[in-house]
């Protein structure tokens, strides 16, 4: 079948994903809107938005093939399969379950109770009978004497009712110390299985459908337009043989400039680029990683990934060998690059190019507890002298650090617009379950405020400030709100709702169509003159603060220290070119460039010096 969207003359376009479970569900329509519209160059998301920016990354490469037909038929599937996806170890079978019931969205509270009951019985029915008979017979001998048996009505009946209450607390405990032995196992279990109650990897032989990572790359290799039987679709395919020779050409070299990075990145055809959360460091990373510091157990990825992907890493990737570092004495002490685990010489990660882009998918959406934490290792060389090893760290959802990276993509001067789609709940006073803001250029008064009337919301305003603070602040700045359009979701829909009706899934399908729609008068003149004096007025103040520095004693620092350093040798025009930017700097104030003058939109950005992720 082919694709009705396949002319090469279409303006480019780059699209960033929030995270969501119902992410898969939203996405696919609103990206299959745009592309008749736009050929998508960068694409971007988080946790379940990186499942839907991986399916679009994949379909634009099978554009010819058909990939945006068969994406705008992905929310059918997913919403046939979603709870099926979700398929946990036989240890945490009995609390996965539990926890379901109590999502199914056309059960009453009697009916969730009543199967709460059932699943804590059945998940350990010796302990249940053995403590509710201990109990009974506890209370028996402590009530029943026959030579003291009621001898009134009123005394049967208190007797009756005492009987009948005794019987309900030892169920209760029962059902408790059930309940109890349940949350052991599955706290015992878990770190063994990467903190998660599914692995996504780890099949029922009940379900219907593949787990979730299978089950992705099926329909990943489908949208690229090859079978499961084929190579798995990687970077180096959506980047295309131009961009990956480059990047090798650059990889091989000594002092590369970061401007020569973002040449040879905009050669690349289709680029893909998740977030994760290393939880071990504590710290976001940017995935495919710049850099190769880290490593795999194949054995490890087993548990998670297909066999096909597992042998294309191994086939595309090298054994790490022994390092040798020395103690606090100075003798050479031998850091061992094994698993612990299996006791097997781990891999170095394969280069960015053959990296499969379902890796992509997976790091970013490890959902905590719910989906298991992908492990990889790297040397911990914040250790004392000698006390250097290999260690294993963990990259959970992507969602935890940044859960809409719209800044992935945005550049001080863009050439094409960067679309983003946000997921929220429904508004208290507008209908609308889409929305985008129609005058573009203006700033956001304040983001979306949210009641806090108990403890448990007070807690879900503490978490998501955390979580958010980034996406709130910027969700401000003009030329930056005006290109993300909202999906609202009503009580039932998105969330961990893994069982919601067909009726639901469909209207939250096209609710991403609809949402898509929103960006059809985008005005991109407008939007690059907005970003544009933004960029200036934040241009300014950066230029403005170099200055002041400069004029106050750190002109006369540089000139005595440059010749004299030993680290980090400067070129030899490097004074130079500094004093041409103060020049050019203290003229541009002169001239009242007009990030100074005339009409700046608010608020005006900072420039930081931050690290690449």
């Known amino acids: 079948m082919s694709d009705p969207h396949t002319s090469q003359q279409l303006p480019e376009c780059d699209v960033i994903m929030k995270g969501g479970i119902s992410s898969g569900i939203v996405y696919p329509r609103a990206v299959v809107h ?6 998508f160059r960068r694409l971007g998301g988080t946790s379940a938005g990186a499942i839907a920016a991986v399916a679009a990354a994949a379909a634009e490469y099978g554009r010819s093939g058909g990939g945006f037909t068969k994406l705008d038929g992905l929310p059918d599937k997913l919403g046939k399969a979603m709870a099926d996806l979700f398929q946990p170890t036989l240890p945490t079978k009995a609390v996965f ?38 109990f009974l017979l506890l209370g028996s001998l402590l009530v029943w004497s026959p030579a003291e048996l009621p001898d009134s009505i009123l ?28 949350l052991l196992r599955t706290l015992k279990t878990l770190p063994k299985q990467g903190f998660g109650i599914c692995d996504g990897h780890t099949r029922d032989k009940g379900a219907a459908v593949p787990p979730l990572t299978d089950w992705m790359h099926e329909q990943f290799q489908d949208l690229a337009g090859r079978t499961t039987d084929e190579a798995p679709l990687t970077f180096g395919n959506l980047w295309g043989e131009e961009a990956v020779k480059a990047f090798q050409e650059l990889r091989g070299k000594d002092g590369v400039l970061p401007r020569q990075w973002r040449e040879v990145a905009a050669l690349r055809r289709i680029d893909l680029e998740v977030m994760t959360t290393n939880v071990t460091l504590g710290r976001p990373y940017l995935f495919p990683f ?32 022994d390092q040798t570092r020395d103690d606090e004495n100075g003798r050479p002490v031998v850091i061992a690059m094994k698993c612990p685990r299996h006791n097997l010489q781990v891999r170095s990660l ?70 983003g789609f946000n997921l929220g709940p429904a508004h208290p006073d507008y209908p609308d379950l889409v929305w985008a803001p129609r005058e573009q250029g203006r700033s956001g008064s304040l983001p979306r405020s949210q009641e806090i ?24 700045m003009p030329g930056f709100r005006d290109r993300v359009a909202i ?39 407008l939007h690059k003159w907005v970003r544009y004096r933004v960029s200036m007025a934040a241009t300014d103040e950066l230029l403005a ?28 025009k490097d004074g130079e070119a500094t004093a041409a930017v103060i020049a050019t700097a203290r003229l541009l104030a002169e001239k009242k460039h007009p990030g100074t003058g005339g009409t700046v939109p608010r608020p005006v950005p900072d420039l930081r010096v931050t690290p690449r992720l």
């Open 34 to 39: 745009l592309s008749g519209r736009y050929r």
């Open 97 to 134: 379950r539990l926890g379901l019931d109590w999502l199914q969205p056309k059960w009453g509270l009697p009916t969730k109770l009543l199967s709460t009951v059932r699943r804590l019985v059945a998940a350990a029915p010796v302990l249940f009978t053995a403590v509710l008979v201990v």
């Open 155 to 182: 005394r049967w009946v208190a007797f009756v009712v005492g009987a009948a209450a005794w019987v309900l607390i030892s169920f209760v405990i029962a059902l408790g110390a059930a309940g109890a032995w349940m």
């Open 290 to 321: 710049r850099e190769r510091i880290f490593y795999f157990c194949a054995e490890d990825l087993k548990s998670y990934f297909p066999k096909a992907v597992v042998d294309h890493l191994v086939d595309t990737s090298e054994e790490a060998e």
């Open 350 to 419: 394969p280069e960015p190019q053959d990296l499969p882009v379902l890796m992509a998918a997976r790091i970013s959406l490890s959902f905590p507890i719910l989906l298991s934490a992908l492990p990889l290792f790297c040397v911990d060389w914040a250790r004392g002298p000698g006390k250097q090893g290999l260690i294993q760290t963990w990259f959970s959802d992507g969602g935890i650090s940044s859960n809409f990276p719209m800044h992935l993509f945005d550049s001080p001067l863009p050439s094409r617009p960067t679309f």
């Open 453 to 476: 009337a108990s403890v448990p919301n007070f807690l879900r305003a503490v978490l998501g400030s955390m979580q958010n603070w980034g996406d709130n602040t910027r969700i401000t």
């Open 487 to 525: 999906i609202r979701q009503k009580d039932g829909e998105g969330g961990l709702n893994l069982a919601m009706p067909p009726e639901v899934i469909k209207a939250l399908a096209d609710r991403g169509a609809e949402a898509a729609a929103l960006f059809d008068d985008f005005d991109l003149d």
């Open 545 to 572: 603060t170099l200055c002041t520095g400069y004029d106050c004693g750190f002109g006369d620092y540089l000139a005595a220290y440059r010749p004299n350093t030993t680290r980090f040798k400067p070129a030899a």
